[in-house]
C-alpha cells in the first residue's frame, strides 16, 4: 500500500489535474478489487429443493435418497417423501451428499486479518488485565477475507474471541454472512473469556527460567486477584438488587466493569476458560464450584485426564490441540491426536476446534478426520464439529444437525465432509445460497493459465 502511495504522488506531482483526477481514480479502483472487501458475497434467498440426496441430519438417522425443502431462511422440510412447492428452484443432488454446516466453537475469525505484518488489522485484545466490558461482536470484521475461505469449505458458524489479560472479554457466535456485525450474529454476547492463571516458569526470550517456587507464588497472586474480582462483582450485584427492592436505600454508582461480569457471577452465561494441564484445569473447576458458575474450558490438551471432576460438574471442553506438537519431549507423536477420543471414552462432552485467528479456520474438517483417524469414531468426530459444539454454545435449537425448523446452515458435497478430497458444489447460510468464491478461488483463475 505504502509503494502504491509513494508511485501516485510522484506520478501526480508532474500531471495535469484532471490527469491526476483519472490516475487517482483507476488506482482506487483497481485497489478496490484486491483489498478483500468484495469477497463476502451475500448469495441470494429463496425456497429451495435440495432432491435425491444422502441427507446426514446427524443428529438422526441417515436418509440414502430425500429431499431438503428450505423456505425462509429455514429447513422447511426433510425426508424421503417431502412436497416441493410450485416456484421452488429444484438442484439435483443426485450422487451427493447434505451436512449441516459445521461449527468452529474457538476462535478469533473476523478480529485478526493479517496478524504478523499489518497490526492496524488485529483487535483481538484490550491493554490492561481485567476487561470483562469488551465485546468481540463490536469488532468483528464482515469483510474479513477469511470469511469466504472458511465458509467455502463448509463451516458456517464460528465462536470469535478475545484474547489477552486474565479477563479478556465477552465472545459472540456469528454466521459466516452478512455486511455488518448485526446480520453474522447468532448470539452477539454469548460467554467471558478467563485466561485462567497457570503456572508458567518460561522468563522469556533472552532470560533466565523462573524458579518453580516463583512461579507458583504469581500464579497464585494472579488467582487470587481474579477470585477477588468476581467477589467485588458479586458484591456490587447485591448492593443492585437490594436497592431495586428498597428505592430509599442510596442508589449504587454504576461500574461498566462490574456491570459486564452480573450475566456471568449469576450462572446466566457461560464463562469460557482458557487452561490445558491437568492441574490448570482441575483449578478451573474449582473456581467455577467456589463461584457457581457455567464454565466451558477452551484448550483442554489433558482435559482427559480430569474428566472425573469435568463430568461432575457438567464442564464440557472444546479442544484446540490437534495440531499442536506434544509439549513434553517423552510424549508419543500422537498424544495430542488421540485426546479427542480419549474424551470421548471417558464421557466427556466435547467439540473440535481449530483454536485459530482466522486464516486456517478452514482447516477444521481435516483436523475432526485426523481425530477420526487416531481412535475417534466417525460419527463422533462429524459430531464434534457439528452437532456437539452446537449444544455447547446454546444454539442446538438452530444449529449443528438437519432438522425441520431449523435455520437452513446447508453444505452439499461429493463425499465426505472430513475428507481432505472433497468438494463442496452447494453452500447455504441462514437459507440463502452462496457463491463458492474466495481469494483462492480468484488468484487460482487468475494465474491457473500462466506459463
Not at 454508582?253 to 446466566?268: F, H, K, M, N
Not at 506434544?326 to 498424544?335: E, Q
Amino acid at each position: 500500500m505504502y509503494a502504491w502511495k509513494t508511485t501516485l504522488k510522484t506520478l501526480c506531482a508532474f500531471a495535469p489535474l484532471r490527469l491526476c483526477v483519472l490516475i487517482l481514480t483507476l488506482a482506487l479502483t483497481a485497489f478496490a478489487q484486491n483489498d478483500g472487501s468484495e469477497q463476502n458475497v451475500l448469495g441470494r434467498a429463496g425456497t429451495f429443493a435440495i432432491q435425491n440426496a444422502r441427507i446426514v441430519t446427524v443428529s438422526g438417522a441417515t436418509i440414502e435418497n430425500g429431499t431438503v425443502l428450505i423456505e425462509n431462511g429455514k429447513i422447511a422440510a426433510v425426508g424421503a417423501n417431502v412436497s416441493v412447492p410450485a416456484g421452488a428452484e429444484k438442484i439435483d443432488a443426485k450422487g451427493l451428499s447434505v451436512y449441516p454446516g459445521m461449527i468452529d466453537a474457538a476462535t478469533n475469525l473476523g478480529l485478526s486479518e493479517i496478524s504478523l505484518g499489518v497490526n492496524a488489522s488485529v483487535d483481538v485484545a484490550e491493554t490492561g488485565e481485567m476487561n470483562p466490558n469488551a465485546k468481540a461482536i463490536t469488532a468483528v470484521n464482515p469483510h474479513s477475507a477469511h470469511v469466504n475461505i472458511t465458509r467455502v469449505i463448509g463451516v458456517t458458524t464460528v465462536l470469535s474471541f478475545p484474547t489477552g489479560g486474565t479477563i479478556a472479554g465477552q465472545a459472540a457466535v456469528v454466521n459466516l454472512w452478512g455486511a455488518t456485525q448485526a446480520e453474522m450474529a447468532v448470539v452477539p454476547v454469548y460467554g467471558l473469556v478467563v485466561n485462567f492463571p497457570r503456572i508458567a516458569a518460561f522468563g522469556g526470550f533472552g532470560q533466565p527460567p523462573i524458579e518453580f517456587s516463583e512461579a507458583v507464588k504469581r500464579r497464585d497472586a494472579r488467582l487470587e486477584e481474579l477470585r477477588k474480582y468476581f467477589r467485588q462483582a458479586a458484591d456490587y450485584g447485591r448492593v443492585k438488587d437490594a436497592y431495586e427492592k428498597d428505592k430509599t436505600l442510596p442508589a449504587p454508582v454504576t461500574d461498566l466493569w462490574l456491570e459486564a461480569l452480573l450475566p456471568y457471577i449469576r450462572g446466566e452465561k457461560p464463562v469460557l476458560f482458557t487452561a490445558e494441564r491437568e492441574r490448570d484445569i482441575r483449578g478451573v473447576v474449582k473456581f467455577i464450584e467456589e463461584n457457581k458458575l457455567k464454565g466451558v474450558i477452551i484448550g483442554g490438551q489433558e482435559a482427559w485426564k480430569a474428566a472425573d471432576a469435568l463430568k461432575k460438574n457438567n464442564v464440557p471442553v472444546v479442544y484446540t490441540n490437534i495440531y499442536n506438537l506434544p509439549v513434553r519431549d517423552d510424549d508419543p507423536y500422537d498424544y495430542l491426536f488421540e485426546a479427542p477420543s480419549k474424551m470421548a471414552q471417558a464421557g466427556l462432552k466435547f467439540a473440535i476446534s481449530t483454536g485459530d485467528d482466522g486464516p486456517n479456520v478452514r482447516e477444521l474438517p481435516v483436523q475432526a478426520g485426523l481425530a477420526a483417524a487416531y481412535g475417534l469414531s466417525k460419527d463422533e468426530a462429524l459430531k464434534s464439529v457439528t452437532l456437539y459444539p452446537a449444544q455447547i454454545l446454546g444454539i442446538a435449537d438452530k444449529l449443528g444437525s438437519i432438522e425441520a425448523g431449523k435455520t437452513a446452515n446447508l453444505v452439499v458435497t461429493d463425499g465426505d465432509l472430513l475428507e481432505p478430497r472433497t468438494n463442496v458444489k452447494y453452500l447455504f447460510i441462514n437459507g440463502r445460497l452462496i457463491p463458492l468464491t474466495s481469494r483462492h478461488t480468484e488468484l487460482y483463475e487468475q494465474f491457473k493459465d500462466r506459463k
